[in-house]
Each structure stands twice: as C-alpha cells, then as structure tokens.
C-alpha cells in the first residue's frame, strides 16, 4: 500500500506541473470543466456522458503526453534541431486530432440537445477537417521551421 500511495503522489505531482505549467492544458480543463457542467445541467443521457467524458480524457492525456515528448527532446537536444521540431509537430498533432475529435462530439450531442442540430452538423465539421489535412499538406512545404 505504501508503494501505491507513493505512486500515486508522484502522478498527482506530474499532474499537477502540467497544470501550473502548460497554458493549452489549462484551457483544456476549463473546456472540460464547461462541458461537464454543461452533461449535468442538460440531463445527458449515460451514453452520452461517456462520450464527453472519453473526448475530455483523449485531449488532456495527449496534451500530457505531448508535453513529456516536448520535455524530453529539450532535454535530449536543447539546440535548433529540424528533427525535434517535427518531432514536437508531430506531438501537437495529436492533440489537434483528439481536440477536433472533442468538438465534434461536442456538436453531435450539445448542439442535438440545446439547438436542435442534426448529427450531420458533427459530421461537416469531421469533413472540413479532414480536407483541412489533404489540401494543407498539399500546399504547405514542410512547414515553418522556427525555433522551438
């Protein structure tokens, strides 16, 4: 038992330092936060709730996961290094695809419940992206490779 208690303050300790430390995660949480309130004042059905709540856990664990990547390759690499950047992008990514995952649960079921949306708005907004990806790989040539 002490070794689980020990455990579990270090996690909470990493928790934490994400929070205090990462502004795209404290965002994050207040999204989460709204959207949680939001499941409750609404009534939402389990379902429902457990599509909420799988969103929210996707985007805060990517984004924890992208901070230890960014964290590690600073440590690994502190200089300029073209790799790390897109390494980092890559990260970033992640999070965007569990983010846009979020908004269009966030369509289907809060715009369903309070402005009476169809489904299919969820689905537009899945689209758009996904030609956001094709048309923006197309045109982009790596990228800015600023430092990061």
């Not at 994050?28 to 709204?34: E, K, P, R, S, Y």
Request: net charge positive; aromatic share 12%; hydrophobic share 55%.
């Amino acid at each position: 038992m002490r070794k689980f208690s020990k455990s579990l303050s270090y996690a909470i300790k990493g928790l934490f330092e994400v929070f205090k430390t990462q502004r795209n995660f404290k965002i994050q949480t207040v999204f989460a936060l709204i959207a949680l309130t939001l499941s409750f004042i609404l009534n939402l059905e389990e379902s429902q709730i457990l599509w909420i709540s799988l969103s929210i856990t996707m985007v805060l664990i990517l984004e924890t996961i992208n901070t230890l990547v960014e964290k590690i390759m600073d440590l690994i690499h502190p200089q300029y290094n073209p790799i790390v950047g897109v390494i980092k992008d890559l990260g970033a990514a992640a999070v965007l695809i569990a983010a846009t995952f979020s908004i269009v649960v966030a369509v289907v079921i809060f715009g369903g419940k309070i402005f009476n949306w169809p489904p299919k708005y969820g689905i537009i907004i899945g689209i758009a992206f996904i030609i956001f990806i094709i048309f923006g790989s197309v045109y982009t040539k790596g990228g800015d490779k600023c430092d990061r």
